[in-house]
């Protein structure tokens, strides 16, 4: 399975994990936590790449 990118604050992450794919095809996947993503993207902005561990949205790359 291939990891969805997803544009935040001007630059495209990846997830690893943290989103539940959906049948629309206007939206393939939900996001868990999007606000706190937003959040940890700002404060992590040499992030490329995150993931949801243990209710918390942490850069992986």
Known sequence: MSCPTVDLDKK????LNGFEMTHS???PF???AKKQL????KRHQDAVAFGYVL???VPAA
């Open 30 to 32: 939900a996001i868990k």
């Open 55 to 57: 209710g918390k949205w």
């Open 38 to 41: 937003e959040e940890a993207a």
């Open 12 to 15: 495209k992450v990846i997830l």
């Open 25 to 27: 095809s206007s939206k």
